[in-house]
């Protein structure tokens, strides 16, 4: 017997190619790199969950099928009748049970490019090719290159995400409508920036029965809850459940989850204050010599600058923290990538980033 074991032996080669999601530490700096909420909950409402956690029975499994909180998000998120609700622990587990419910040999999953690196990466952990069709150089989706890869591909699944990361465009919806006619399989259209966004595609949903959307809390400011929520038609959430595992959603996710919603209009003032912060984010940071900025209809802002991987090596000495995207992607090139925080945290940000700018 071998006393020590290897894991090439064993692990598929896929997997021993991969390196893992990297997530930065992070403490003690100005956090503008994941899309997070920078506000807190109102203090009452903080003092509603302190109580409701301190008398929550974890000493038992939580609900299973999350009954009372999939009531509570019916309304929040206006799901349309005939349409079922599937929680995961975070939209990436959503996205992982979908690939792996679809992983025939041989079954494709598609997006564009560059995109949310989770589907990308989902498609390896399960076994399924992955086939990214690459954006036009402006970002919106190349229509054509996606019907022809449709055809080729027959993918049993596509993922796009609306609005876009890490460039944060909407897509064009009649686009992603005749890209969901074409499909002959599954069309996830994954709405996490909802919040910042004027567009939703929630009422294709009763058009088009291969149509399934997807939603998250993470980025209106319950990321640490971790809670995903899918919506579509009872035909394919029926099977999907089948690989949720049946407690993903914990019992502390599902009472404050419950707690926070019940006030929807808290969080959307949030997101309101956050679109706000992005539009004098964006004026300033347009009026720096050198400096792209993207559009954007997300909690972030995409922007090219010239020695962009040693700006953002800089900025992260001076204890901000952002993404560096150059090198990501050939459509990224000289990218970063700024979520956007507190007024005061956005100003440190700008004062910081002319300053090395400017000096470069
Ligand atoms: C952040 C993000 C998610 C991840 O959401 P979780 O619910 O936190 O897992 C999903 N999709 C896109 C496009 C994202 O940017």
Redo the contacts with the bound molecule.
Sequence with gaps: MPNSFDPDQTIRPEILALSAYHVPPATGMIKLDA?ENPYALPPALQDEIAKLTAHAPINRYPDPSAVELKVTLREALAVPDGMDIMLGN????IIQIIAMAAAKPDAVLMSVEPA?V?FRMIATFANMSYVGVPLNNDFSIDLDAILAGIEKHKPAVIFL?YPN?PTGNLFDADAILRIIEASPGIVVV?E??HAFADASLIDKLTQHPNLLLMR?L??LGL?GL?L?ILIGRPEWLIQLEKLRLPYNVGIMTQLIAKAVLRHPELLLEQAAAIKTERSTMNKRLAAMDGVEVFHSDANFILLRVNGAKQIFQTLKQRGILIKNLDGTHPLLEECLRVTVGTIDENAQFCYAFHDIIKNH
């Design positions: 899309m975070g939209s990436d587990e949310f989770m995400a990361n994954d996490a920036y998250t993470s980025k990321a971790r995903g």
